[in-house]
Each structure stands twice: as C-alpha cells, then as structure tokens.
C-alpha cells in the first residue's frame, strides 16, 4: 500500500518561491507518476503537472508552464513541487497524487501554502 | 481546453436514496477517458472511477459510473451516510482538467 508524505504548511511573501516535498513508501517509486493538483480555499481541484522518475521529463498544464517545477529523486523516492513568482491567488492547499498518470490514486495529505505581505 | 460542468452544484437527499450526478463536457472526451473523485471536509480526494466505468480498488459496487463523448454519469445506488461528501469529475483525453464539483449533502 503505497503513502505519500508531504512536507508542513508554509507562508511566503508574494514574488517569493516555495518547494513542496512528496515522500513516497511502500510502492515502485520510479515506474509510476506523481502528479500535482492545488485547491484553493473553498475551491475546486486544478492540475498542475506530473512526472515519472524513471523517464525524468515531467509535463506541465500551460497555465503553470514557466512557473513549475516538477522533479523526483529516485535515491530518496521523493517528488517535489516548486513555484515560483508567488501571488495571493496561489494561497491553496498542494497536494501530490501517485500511480497513473492521467488519474489520481493516492493523495497525499495535502500541504497549505499561504502567500501574503 | 475541455471544459467540465457538473451538474446539479448541490443535491439534497436521505440515506438510502439513489444519487445521480453528471458531468458535461465542452467537447468529446477520447476514448471515455474521465475519472470521478470522492472529497470529504480536510481530506485528499479520493479516486472512485477511471475510465468512465471501471471501479478504484476498493470502491463499494454501489458506485457506478457511464456515459462517453460529451455526457457522464455517477451514480450511488443506495446512499450511506458516509457517502454525502463532495464529487468531481476529471478528463484526461485531453490534458487534464477538473469540473466544479457536485455537493451532495443529507436532506
């Protein structure tokens, strides 16, 4: 049964960048995708972008293109999420999902970043 | 960009009843490639369906999904009261996008 742990809340300043982290247990880190999907306070889910360790080239939905990164390190099974050139409206809790890669099954338990001055 | 809408936004029924939400999209989905999620307060979505029908591991039979091209279905047979909660549809025939999701809650 495969967990993913993500790292603790954070706050940062808008114009700042934050990297979220993924740690995968119990599964075949490098041959399924981690994706990431945010959700705004009392909002719908929005995908941001995935990526399969072991061909390393992760894919990313136009609306983040140029502002997210998606990496994996496969010693560590662990995904990461950075963004950058932050606004309030990013404030959203991240969360990462593994398996496939075009549907989501786990989630992990989803980590808030709050963006203000 | 596909464009998913659910429909009703809110559905007020009892326990035991039968749900039917749908999930409409701006254009034919591929190869009925839609997935439907479960979302209680502060948890991570949970995945019921893929491929339009197919069932998560898991996932009690009394959910079902249907539907292809532009028209989808989830339907609960028989609602428990573990089952009120939040759902959403997802496409992944192109790129990956979201509905707003349907609030079904206790009548």
């Known amino acids: ?117 | 960009e596909i464009v998913l809408t659910q429909s009703p936004a809110t559905l007020s029924l009892s326990p035991g009843e039968r749900a039917t939400l749908s999930c409409g999209a701006s254009q034919s989905v591929s190869s009925s490639y839609l997935a439907w999620y479960q979302q209680k307060p502060g948890l991570a979505p949970r995945l019921l369906i893929y491929d339009a029908s197919s069932r998560a591991t898991g996932i009690p039979d009394r959910f079902s999904g249907s539907g292809s091209g532009t028209d989808f279905t989830l339907t609960i047979s028989r609602l428990e009261p573990e089952d009120f909660a939040v759902y959403y549809c997802q496409q992944y025939g192109s790129s990956i996008t979201f509905g707003q999701g349907t609030r079904l809650e206790i009548k």
């Open chain 1, 1 to 117: 049964q495969v967990q993913l742990v993500q790292s603790g809340a954070e706050v940062k300043k808008p114009g700042s960048s934050v990297k979220v982290s993924c740690k995968a247990s119990g599964g075949t880190f490098s041959s399924y995708a981690i994706s990431w999907v945010r959700q705004a306070p009392g909002q719908g889910l929005e995908w941001m972008g995935g990526i399969i360790p072991i061909f390393g080239t992760a894919n990313y939905a136009q609306k983040f293109q140029g502002r997210v990164t998606i990496t994996a390190d496969e010693s560590t099974s662990t995904a990461y999420m950075e963004l950058s050139s932050l606004r309030s409206e990013d404030t959203a809790v991240y969360y990462c999902a593994w398996g496939h890669p075009n549907w989501f099954a786990p989630w992990g338990q989803g980590t808030l970043v709050t963006v203000c001055s």
